[in-house]
Structures are given as C-alpha cells and as structure tokens.
C-alpha cells in the first residue's frame, strides 16, 4: 500500500493499517530506502481515510537495529543525499507527530537509533520482555536529530534523558517502562498491540482523532523548538573526524 519502498510493508486490516519495518535479514537497519519510505508513510497514512488505527512493528527478530553502517558512511561522504537525509529525517518527526491515525508500537525486539526515535513519537507502546531501547548517536559521534533527546524530555525526567542520550547505554524493558518510554511489557507486543487497536476502534472516530491531535500539539511545540538546532548541529556532525573515525572501525569490523 501507499507506493512505498519494499523496505516498508503496510497492509490492511479493516481500518488498522500494519506497518513493518522490512529488512529482516539486517535486523530492520535504515538505509536510504527504507529512511525514505518513513518520511512518506505518515501523510500518505493520514490522508487514508479508511484507515482508524495503525500498528508499527519489525520483521524478524528485531524492531531496527538504527542505521546501516554503509548508509552511514555514505551520508559522511555524500553532501547531497545527506542534505536529502537530514529533511528527511525532519518530515518523520512531524509527519508521525501530525498523524490523524493513532501509531500503536508493537516493539518485538532491539530498537536504536531512528527504530528508539520512532517507539518514542508512537502513541502507545507495547514491548517485548527481551527487547530493549537504545539511542548511540553520540557513540558514533553524531548529533541525534531524530532521535531520542528531541522527545525523551516530555516522556521522562530530564536527567534521565540526558544519562541515556549522552551515553548511548540500552535501556532494558522493564526499565523503559519505569522511565514511562513504554506503556507495557509484554510476551507478544504483536498481539497486545493489536488489541489495542481494536479497542481504539469502538471509540468515536472524531473524539480519539482530536483528542490525539490535542496531545500531539505539545509535542509538536517541543519538537519545532529544538529540531532546526538538531538537524544543523546533525550535518555538522557527520562531518567530524570523530564520526569518519568511528565508522571506519565499524565498517572495518563488519569486513
């Protein structure tokens, strides 16, 4: 559905809409494709008007294991695309802030970098008792502007979000859950998540589309404040001896 890339699969449940993050065979990890396929599904969702209700979850064994390592590297070296990237990356922020249909997380395993990002811009998360969050932007030596500190703040406590964002550290289940980054952990994210949606769904359309864009508004607030700050300070960034340094050892690793 919704032309997008094969890295992205929405298919239709009645009014739900189940969206997979599609690359299994690397763990859901971004790459051009699959980060341009997220910037385009949120409108193009919002502007179904069949569609009441949408479930987020991963192929495989993992959410996203954040970003490919080569598209990393390519963005290092390619101004173009990541100037493409980086917009991008600001249409995913608010496309899923102003989305009208509600973004259940069903979190079946790890979720980093952009995969962390989009469980904390869902509107209920559900998460596997294994799985864990994790943002290692600054592990890698870059800014996270799409990433766990633009929205972590209004979820927890501020030094929380720092602890976590400035060391890149994983944030198990449970803990997500105490530190109100999750709603639940589960043994079938999957599962949970779609009953939820169901429930969502003998709601009054109006009443759970408006109530919804009433919350996001402070969302949306706090995220245009800080988000043309994040995307320079992010292409400044991936400019950096320190990023070119640590994605040579990790491509490296990977060979």
């Not at 790459?31 to 209700?53: E, I």
């Not at 064994?61 to 980086?86: H, N, P, Q, V, W």
Request: proline share 5%; net charge negative; aromatic share 4%.
């Amino acid at each position: 559905m919704y032309d997008l890339p094969e890295e992205i699969h929405v298919e239709a449940d009645g009014p739900i809409r189940i969206v997979t993050l599609n690359r299994p065979d690397a763990l859901n990890a971004v790459n051009d494709d699959l980060h341009t396929g997220l910037a385009r599904l949120w409108p193009r969702l919002s502007d179904d008007r069949a569609a009441r209700v949408a479930v987020l979850t991963g192929a495989g064994k993992a959410f996203s294991a954040g970003g490919d390592f080569a598209y990393l590297a390519e963005l290092g070296r390619d101004a173009d695309l990541r100037a493409e990237t980086i917009a991008h990356g600001r249409d995913i922020v608010l496309g899923m802030a102003r989305c009208r249909v509600p973004v259940i997380a069903a979190v079946n395993g790890p979720a980093v970098g952009l995969g962390c990002s989009l469980v904390a811009l869902s509107d209920v998360a559900y998460i596997a008792e294994t799985a864990y969050l994790k943002d290692p932007h600054v592990q890698v030596g870059l800014v996270a502007a799409d990433g766990g500190p633009l929205t972590w703040p209004l979820h927890t406590s501020l030094l929380l979000a720092k602890e976590y964002a400035l060391t890149g550290a994983r944030i198990p289940a449970e803990r997500a859950r105490e530190m109100g980054l999750v709603n639940h952990v589960v043994a079938d994210p999957r599962t949970e998540a779609l009953a939820c949606a169901k429930r969502i769904l003998e709601l009054p359309r109006q009443a759970v589309e408006s109530t919804k864009r009433l919350l996001n508004l402070h969302l949306e607030r706090a995220v245009l404040a800080t988000l043309d700050y994040a995307t320079t300070a992010e292409d400044l960034s991936f400019q950096t001896e320190d990023f070119r340094a640590v994605i040579t050892a990790l491509t490296a690793d990977r060979n």
